[in-house]
């Protein structure tokens, strides 16, 4: 910023002027004569202000106010482009969490499921071999019932020398008492097949009952999780608000810090200026100057007094 030039007219020397000027008005003398030409001094305002004590230090003050603002303004761009990608961030990671944990709750299910159908084979197995037992058993039992018959019969038609008739009843027998066997053995499968069924059936209930618990259970710790780590990032995603988020004036840290600079500076400023105004003030006093201008005039006879004016600030 730079200090604005200005004409420095003093009033008392105007009012001097203006007091003589009227004085001259009330002589009675018959002759009239010119009045001489009014003091005026020049001021090179600009070299009196690089000159002044204190413009180091309002340089200094006009540089850091400068990367106050180019801070201010890095930070602003650096904010809109973070919310940006802050506002995307919950929904992602939220996303990439639930699948997540989507995966590790079909997995342990899995896993679990296999456990159990492990285990329910082992018990199936188990009741087959009894079953399969009985089976044996009560084939054995049929066995011991027909197996002589069928054998006896088989043994005449190899044998014996039979007529067509005599071979077609026997042959017939035969089927008759092999069929009978096959379907007491059906039956008798048929049977033990039912109770396989009805010993499981139990065991099935209770696996699925496992399954199920077990997935439940699964389920509200990862939502328990899901809701942790949700409530997580929503508290990490305001305190990076509460950062980014202007002032209650509408300005960044970094705006308010120029804001007080560029008062400091105007302080600064009106001391500089007041300084020469009152050391200008006194050099055209002790010369007797009636005006003092800030830029020439054409046509003006003007004194420079800016060295003197330095000179004096300099004490």
């Given at each position: 910023?730079?200090?604005?030039?200005?004409?420095?007219?003093?009033?008392?020397?105007?009012?001097?002027?203006?007091?003589?000027?009227?004085?001259?008005?009330?002589?009675?003398?018959?002759?009239?004569?010119?009045?001489?030409?009014?003091?005026?001094?020049?001021?090179?305002?600009?070299?009196?202000?690089?000159?002044?004590?204190?413009?180091?230090?309002?340089?200094?003050?006009?540089?850091?106010?400068?990367?106050?603002?180019?801070?201010?303004?890095?930070?602003?761009?650096?904010?809109?482009?973070?919310?940006?990608?802050?506002?995307?961030?919950?929904?992602?990671?939220?996303?990439?969490?639930?699948?997540?944990?989507?995966?590790?709750?079909?997995?342990?299910?899995?896993?679990?499921?296999?456990?159990?159908?492990?285990?329910?084979?082992?018990?199936?197995?188990?009741?087959?071999?009894?079953?399969?037992?009985?089976?044996?058993?009560?084939?054995?039992?049929?066995?011991?019932?027909?197996?002589?018959?069928?054998?006896?019969?088989?043994?005449?038609?190899?044998?014996?020398?039979?007529?067509?008739?005599?071979?077609?009843?026997?042959?017939?027998?035969?089927?008759?008492?092999?069929?009978?066997?096959?379907?007491?053995?059906?039956?008798?499968?048929?049977?033990?097949?039912?109770?396989?069924?009805?010993?499981?059936?139990?065991?099935?209930?209770?696996?699925?009952?496992?399954?199920?618990?077990?997935?439940?259970?699964?389920?509200?710790a990862l939502q328990q999780q899901a809701d942790a780590k949700g409530a997580e990032i929503a508290a990490r995603?305001?305190?990076?608000?509460?950062?980014?988020?202007?002032?209650?004036?509408?300005?960044?840290?970094?705006?308010?810090?120029?804001?007080?600079?560029?008062?400091?500076?105007?302080?600064?400023?009106?001391?500089?200026?007041?300084?020469?105004?009152?050391?200008?003030?006194?050099?055209?006093?002790?010369?007797?100057?009636?005006?003092?201008?800030?830029?020439?005039?054409?046509?003006?006879?003007?004194?420079?007094?800016?060295?003197?004016?330095?000179?004096?600030?300099?004490?």
């Amino acid at each position: 910023m730079i200090i604005n030039r200005a004409k420095i007219v003093f009033l008392s020397a105007l009012l001097t002027v203006t007091l003589l000027a009227a004085g001259c008005g009330t002589k009675s003398t018959p002759e009239t004569k010119t009045a001489p030409a009014p003091q005026v001094g020049i001021l090179n305002v600009d070299k009196a202000v690089q000159a002044h004590p204190k413009y180091a230090d309002y340089q200094r003050l006009q540089k850091e106010y400068n990367t106050l603002t180019a801070q201010a303004a890095v930070e602003k761009q650096a904010a809109a482009q973070g919310q940006a990608a802050d506002n995307a961030m919950p929904e992602g990671a939220l996303q990439g969490l639930n699948e997540q944990l989507g995966q590790e709750f079909n997995s342990k299910v899995a896993a679990k499921q296999q456990e159990i159908s492990v285990r329910l084979n082992q018990k199936a197995d188990q009741v087959r071999r009894d079953l399969s037992a009985q089976f044996n058993a009560y084939t054995k039992e049929i066995d011991e019932t027909y197996q002589s018959q069928i054998f006896s019969l088989q043994l005449k038609l190899k044998t014996v020398q039979l007529s067509k008739e005599e071979m077609e009843a026997l042959q017939k027998q035969l089927e008759q008492l092999q069929g009978e066997r096959s379907a007491k053995l059906s039956a008798k499968e048929k049977e033990l097949s039912g109770q396989l069924e009805s010993l499981m059936a139990p065991e099935k209930a209770a696996a699925e009952k496992e399954l199920s618990a077990y997935a439940n259970e699964l389920h509200a710790a990862l939502q328990q999780q899901a809701d942790a780590k949700g409530a997580e990032i929503a508290a990490r995603m305001q305190q990076v608000a509460s950062l980014q988020t202007p002032t209650a004036q509408g300005r960044t840290e970094s705006e308010q810090k120029a804001a007080l600079k560029s008062q400091e500076m105007k302080v600064l400023q009106d001391f500089i200026i007041k300084d020469i105004q009152d050391k200008t003030a006194k050099i055209a006093a002790e010369r007797g100057l009636e005006a003092v201008l800030g830029t020439y005039k054409v046509n003006i006879s003007a004194v420079d007094i800016t060295d003197a004016v330095i000179a004096e600030l300099k004490k």
